[in-house]
C-alpha cells in the first residue's frame, strides 16, 4: 500500500460513523461559495450524498490502482459534462470537501492527512478533466425534438424524438435525459431502437407516482418540446462475434433496450434463435405487446413469451418473470440480456444462478440500485 492510499484510509476512519454529517456538512459549504450551483441539483439531496460517498470511497479504495481508478474518475468526468462545470467550481469542490474533512475529523487530523487529500483530490480533479475532454466532438448535451409522444395505459408513454446533431449510440445503451417541465435534472432512460438514418430515438417511460422526471416525461410532454440528452452510457450491448442463441428478459419499461437490441439482430441475424420473456403484473403494463407480436411475425428467430403476475383475466403465462423463465427449462449455453426493476433483475440473476448460467454470459441494466 502507498503512503498516500494509507493516509487516505487512515483518516477516512477519523469521519467515516458521520459520513452522512460530513456530505451534508460539505454540500453546504460548496453551496455557499457560489449560491448558483445550489440549482444545479436536485430540491432532495439524500440520494446525491450517497452517492458522492460512494464515489469518494471508491476513490480512496482504487488510488493505488492507476488505472481502475483513472477510468472510474474519467467515466465520471464524461458523466458530468452535461453540468458543464468549469476549472474554478472543480476549485470550489476541492476547498469544500478538505474543509469537511478537517471540520469533522477534529483534532486528529495532521498535515499528512491534508496533504493527502490534496493530492488525490487533484488526482481526481485532472482524471475528471481528461474524462471531459476526451472526445473533443462529443457535445455536453444533445437538444433533440419531441416528435411523437404516446401514452400506452395510465403510467407508460412512448415518445420519439430527434437530436439536432448526429447522436452516436450502439443498441442496448442508455442515457440521461433532461425534460424542459423539470430542468436539471437527469435521469437514465434506455434507448428502445436500433441507430437510424433519420437519426431518430425511441424511449419508453414508465411515471412514478412521485417521480418527478418520469411524470414530466411520460405526462407533460409534447410533440415540439426540446429536450436534453446527456452521452449515452451502458454495456448491455451484443457481442457481435458471439453465435450463440439469446434469451432477453424484460420486465415493464425494461423491455426498452431490448427492443433495440432485438432490432439490431434484426439487420443481419439468420442464424440465433432469440427468445424474449416479457412480464409485467398486469395486461395493461405489457404496453408494448401489438409491436412485439409483428416483429415476432416478421422474423421466424424470434419468440415472445408475455406473462402477467398478478392479472387473474390473463391466459397466458402467470407469475414473476423470473419463475417462467425456470419453468421453460435451461438454457445454459445462450447469452442472456436482462432489464427491469431493481427486484426483478436481482432475482432473475438468482434465477438464472440457479440454473447454472455462466455470469460471463449475462449482460444486465436495472432501472434501479440494486
Ligand atoms: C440504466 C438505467 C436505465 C433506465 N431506463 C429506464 C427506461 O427505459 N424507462 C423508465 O421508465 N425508467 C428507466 N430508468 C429509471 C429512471 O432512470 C428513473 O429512475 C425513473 O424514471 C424515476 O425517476 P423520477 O425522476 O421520476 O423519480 P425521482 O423523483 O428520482 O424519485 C424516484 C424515487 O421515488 C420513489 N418512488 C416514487 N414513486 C414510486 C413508484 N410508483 N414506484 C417506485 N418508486 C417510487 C422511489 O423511492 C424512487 O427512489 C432507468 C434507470 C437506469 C439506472
Ligand atoms: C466541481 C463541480 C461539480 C459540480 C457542479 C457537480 C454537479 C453534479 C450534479 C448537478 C450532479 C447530479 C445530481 C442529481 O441530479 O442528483 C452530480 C452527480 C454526481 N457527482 Fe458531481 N459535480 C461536481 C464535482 C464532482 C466531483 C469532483 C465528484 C467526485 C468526487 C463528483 C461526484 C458525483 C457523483 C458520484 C454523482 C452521481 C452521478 C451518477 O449517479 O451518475 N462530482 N454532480
Known amino acids: 500500500m502507498t503512503d498516500l492510499s494509507r493516509a487516505l484510509k487512515e483518516s477516512w476512519t477519523l469521519v467515516e460513523e458521520r459520513q452522512d454529517k460530513l456530505a451534508s456538512y460539505f454540500y453546504a459549504r460548496f453551496f455557499a461559495s457560489n449560491p448558483k450551483l445550489r440549482e444545479l441539483f436536485p430540491v432532495h439531496m439524500d440520494p446525491q450524498r450517497a452517492r458522492l460517498l460512494r464515489a469518494v470511497v471508491t476513490a480512496i479504495q482504487t488510488i493505488?490502482?492507476?488505472?481502475?481508478?483513472?477510468?472510474?474518475?474519467?467515466?465520471?468526468?464524461?458523466?458530468?459534462?452535461?453540468?458543464?462545470?468549469?476549472?474554478?467550481?472543480?476549485?470550489?469542490?476541492?476547498?469544500?470537501?478538505?474543509?469537511?474533512?478537517?471540520?469533522?475529523?477534529?483534532?486528529?487530523?495532521?498535515?499528512?492527512?491534508?496533504?493527502?487529500?490534496?493530492?488525490?483530490?487533484d488526482l481526481i480533479r485532472r482524471n475528471m478533466i481528461l474524462g471531459a475532454e476526451e472526445d473533443p466532438s462529443a457535445l455536453p448535451f444533445w437538444p433533440a425534438e419531441v416528435i411523437t409522444h404516446e401514452r400506452r395505459g395510465a403510467d407508460v408513454a412512448v415518445f420519439t424524438c430527434r437530436p439536432l446533431q448526429p447522436f452516436i449510440y450502439r443498441p442496448g445503451q442508455y442515457a440521461e435525459l433532461e425534460s424542459p417541465h423539470q430542468p436539471q435534472m437527469w435521469r437514465r432512460y434506455s434507448i428502445a431502437n436500433a441507430p437510424r438514418v433519420d437519426n431518430v430515438l425511441e424511449f419508453h417511460v414508465r411515471a412514478l407516482s412521485t417521480g418527478l422526471v418520469s411524470s414530466a416525461l411520460a405526462h407533460r410532454l409534447r410533440p415540439g418540446d426540446l429536450i436534453r440528452i446527456a452521452a449515452p452510457a451502458g454495456s448491455m450491448t451484443l457481442d457481435n462475434h458471439s453465435t450463440r442463441d439469446v434469451v432477453c428478459v424484460a420486465g415493464g419499461t425494461g423491455l426498452?433496450?431490448?427492443?433495440?437490441?432485438?432490432?439490431?439482430?434484426?439487420?443481419?441475424?439468420?442464424?440465433?434463435?432469440?427468445?424474449?420473456?416479457?412480464?409485467?403484473?398486469?395486461?395493461?403494463?405489457?404496453?408494448?405487446?401489438?409491436?412485439?407480436?409483428?416483429?415476432?411475425?416478421?422474423?421466424?428467430?424470434?419468440?415472445?413469451?408475455?406473462?402477467?403476475?398478478?392479472?387473474?383475466?390473463?391466459?397466458?403465462?402467470?407469475?414473476?418473470?423470473?419463475?417462467?423463465?425456470?419453468?421453460?427449462?435451461?438454457?445454459?449455453?445462450?447469452?442472456?440480456?436482462?432489464?427491469?426493476?431493481?427486484?426483478?433483475?436481482?432475482?432473475?440473476?438468482?434465477?438464472?444462478?440457479?440454473?447454472?448460467?455462466?455470469?460471463?454470459?449475462?449482460?444486465?441494466?436495472?432501472?434501479?440500485?440494486?
Open 64 to 121: 493505488d490502482d492507476p488505472e481502475r481508478f483513472g477510468a472510474y474518475i474519467r467515466a465520471l468526468g464524461r458523466n458530468h459534462r452535461k453540468y458543464q462545470v468549469s476549472p474554478a467550481q472543480y476549485d470550489l469542490f476541492g476547498t469544500a470537501l478538505l474543509d469537511a474533512l478537517r471540520t469533522f475529523a477534529g483534532d486528529r487530523w495532521s498535515t499528512e492527512y491534508d496533504q493527502a487529500w490534496r493530492e488525490a483530490y
Open 256 to 370: 426498452a433496450p431490448i427492443k433495440a437490441l432485438i432490432e439490431q439482430l434484426a439487420q443481419h441475424n439468420t442464424a440465433r434463435w432469440v427468445h424474449v420473456f416479457f412480464g409485467a403484473r398486469n395486461r395493461d403494463d405489457l404496453y408494448d405487446l401489438p409491436r412485439l407480436a409483428e416483429l415476432t411475425t416478421r422474423h421466424s428467430w424470434l419468440s415472445v413469451v408475455p406473462a402477467c403476475s398478478e392479472d387473474p383475466t390473463w391466459d397466458g403465462e402467470r407469475g414473476n418473470i423470473p419463475d417462467v423463465l425456470a419453468r421453460q427449462g435451461p438454457r445454459s449455453n445462450h447469452d442472456f440480456f436482462v432489464s427491469g426493476s431493481a427486484a426483478m433483475v436481482k432475482a432473475t440473476l438468482g434465477t438464472l444462478a440457479e440454473l447454472q448460467v455462466p455470469a460471463v454470459r449475462i449482460k444486465y441494466d436495472a432501472l434501479g440500485e440494486i
